[in-house]
């Protein structure tokens, strides 16, 4: 590994190091010590827990639940970006804050909000024709609400520096809506939208608080693996609790290492920075 020999900040190997001792002190500590842990478990213990119906029907349910709220915050949030950058309306500012809320809130309490909502006598429950509390239906909206954030953001900054002359000039040379969405618009919002969705699924996959009260943790129908883990945990189970906990991290980094390498490999969507390839017309003419 080479480094510049000169940088910015003064004493750069200094402040590395502090930076990667605290690093591995806060982050990577804690995960070596959950799979220090986990090799005192023999081989038929291990095979008892993750063949278990109740852990293989909760990572069912966390998946599903996870990637379907992904993909709602990915098209809501896609939207909700396009509007906030490309037109001017009264709230705009009020809205644009208020995106930062769900990071900012406590899980728990929009969790005791969404269940008072959508419970059978809550206000909206009392007038929706279907059940939505209690079911994964109401966990997909918890993590919906957790999750919308991270696709905003992520998207924001790439539609900002988006030129609308491209736009205008892909119509100008008579390309229909559908085909400056395909062939301009597409190819720029990908990576940051793909980014976005990875984050999702990653964090969807790890919440608690917004969905352990909506999801009223019943077991083969609405518990997912955090319920599970801290299930695990009250019963003292802390063998099962280590495994459960191994195997989310393991999901998790491979999701995130997948997409990151879909990403980087997937050339025909990979963002154009350079002036001339950024032409109008040279984007038209060459997806055309």
């Not at 909760?58 to 098209?75: E, G, R, V």
């Not at 809205?95 to 005791?112: E, F, K, N, R």
């Not at 939208?193 to 790890?206: C, D, Q």
């Not at 802390?238 to 998790?252: C, D, E, G, K, P």
């Amino acid at each position: 590994m080479s480094f510049s020999r000169y940088s910015i900040l003064p004493g750069f190997w200094l402040s590395f190091g502090y930076s990667l001792f605290w690093l591995s002190f806060i982050v990577l500590l804690p995960l070596v010590g959950l799979i220090l842990y986990s090799t005192h478990i023999n081989s038929h213990q291990l095979v008892m827990i993750l063949t278990d119906q109740r852990l293989l029907s909760a990572l069912k349910l966390s998946f599903y639940t996870s990637f379907c709220a992904s993909l709602m915050s990915s098209i809501l949030g896609g939207f909700l970006a396009w509007n906030l950058i490309r037109y001017e309306f009264k709230g705009k500012k009020i809205i644009d804050s208020m995106i930062d809320l769900p990071l900012a809130l406590p899980t728990a309490i929009a969790g005791i909000a969404l269940t008072d909502l959508y419970a059978p006598n809550g206000l909206f429950g009392t007038i929706l024709p279907f059940k939505v509390a209690y079911t994964p239906l109401g966990i997909i909206l918890a993590l919906i609400f957790v999750t919308i954030p991270f696709v905003i953001r992520t998207l924001q900054p790439v539609i900002k520096e988006f030129p609308p002359s491209l736009q205008e000039a892909a119509y100008t040379l008579g390309a229909t809506r559908l085909q400056t969405f395909i062939y301009i618009f597409l190819p720029i919002l990908f990576p940051a939208w793909l980014t976005g969705f990875s984050l999702s699924v990653a964090r969807s996959l790890g919440e608690y608080g917004s969905v352990v009260f909506i999801a009223a943790n019943i077991p083969y129908k609405t518990e997912i693996l955090p319920i599970l883990i801290v299930s695990k945990l009250d019963q003292f189970d802390y063998t099962s609790a280590t495994v459960i906990s191994l195997l989310m991290l393991l999901v998790s980094f491979s999701l995130l290492f997948f997409f990151n390498l879909f990403q980087k490999h997937f050339k025909p969507y990979r963002l154009i920075l350079s002036t001339s390839q950024l032409s109008p017309f040279n984007i038209f003419q060459r997806n055309t």
